[in-house]
């Protein structure tokens, strides 16, 4: 059984990343070994996660998932834990546009089974807060409130006053947190300043979240309230095992109890080089996992500073990031960008998703870029964000045509134009339309994917490379 909490709020800009880090951190300094969670397609926030655990933050996301996933890939990433931390998306309730409870952290809480935690911004209410408190513990009997923690409290009165509403509520206040800018962390048009772009900065706003939880919550009650959450009846995802129920002809041959092993004429796996560094920093780490168990070798590199792919390519994923404010860099970086297009060009595999889809375009605001596609790109004041039911338009290194696929879009950059002549997705919502470029052995596409709900995805992708 693992000790489990769920840190909600009842709106976006609560505080839900400042109290869930400080709590990740503040537990992993009592010797703990934490699991950190983030409920949603977020990828910023796992970033935090990852530094204030020393393990990697995982995404569960009952949309691109499916909702039978949510409580394997959660053991999968508690093992070997004392105690799993959760941080979740929006507001309690809130979930996929127009499909109820779906993906909020509130399916989220009832699929693991866990305590929820609530981080409520008491910064202009006094008694009301009882009001709030009493409604969102009462909305959904199958979720369990456990505790309150009150976020940017003014004064000693303001506590006095809040922690007496909250005695007639029934639900115990877990921690009081004063209002601290030294624990905020800088945003910008995509929410916030990625980890890997200000390390020293992010760990000295971790270490400052971990202080402010120690000085005002109740980690003894907290942790209590964890391990009083019962056993889940599930078994672990586990990469390799991921591939049973794949069909054979989909991803090619494979026995679907041990998983596809490519290999190239020399007997290894294909190296599959994944981008990484300050410009490219939005990726699951079940990817790599699924690339690996389908038989490659990854390793990443940096286009920022990498001159050369790594040794002996044969496939290049590029995922999420940044690169609009690393433009100049990227394009300085000629050598590397030639590399990328000969690489596409000889047709090997390359899966690029958002920030990938800009790197492979003739340009980005007018610097060039790597040049696979005939298209380019520019920033824009439109922010897309959404889940998206995407179909496979085309066959494609990732899937065949027809393959149903669930994603995400968040960018406000647009790309013109917006679909090659053959184009990688077919959308629903919110309204019908194709979307990205199949060209030879590329895929490259607005919409992020989640492998773990799809593992057919990787098999594929490195057979083609081997």
Known sequence: MVARLVIAAPSSGAGKTTVATGLMAAFAGRGLAVSPHKVGPDYIDPGYHALATGRPGRNLDAYMCGTGLVAPLFLHGARGCDLAVVEGVMGL???????????????????????????????????????????????????RIGGVILNKVATDRHEHLLREALGESGVPVLGVLRRAPAVSTPSRHLGLVPVAERQAQAVEAVAAQAEQVL????????????RSAPGLHAEPWDAHGSWAGVPRGGTGGHDPATGPRATNERGRGPVVAVAGGAAFTFSYAEHTELLRAAGAEVVTFDPLRDEALPEGTSGLVIGGGFPEMYGEQLSANEPLRKAVAELAASGAPVAAECAGLLYLARSLDGTPMCGVLDADARMSERLTLGYRDAVAVNDSVLAPAGTRMRGHEFHRTVIEPGAGPLAAWGLRQPERRVEGFVRGGVHASYVHTHWAGSPGVAARFVEHCA
């Open 93 to 143: 309730y809130d979930g996929a546009a127009d499909q109820g409870e779906l993906a909020s952290t509130a399916q989220v809480a009832k699929l693991l089974k866990a305590p929820v935690v609530l981080v409520v911004d008491a910064s202009s209410q006094s008694r009301s807060v009882a009001a709030l408190v009493h409604g969102f513990a009462s909305w959904d009997p199958e979720v």
């Open 215 to 226: 000085r005002g919550c109740d980690l003894d009650a907290l942790l209590a309230l964890a």
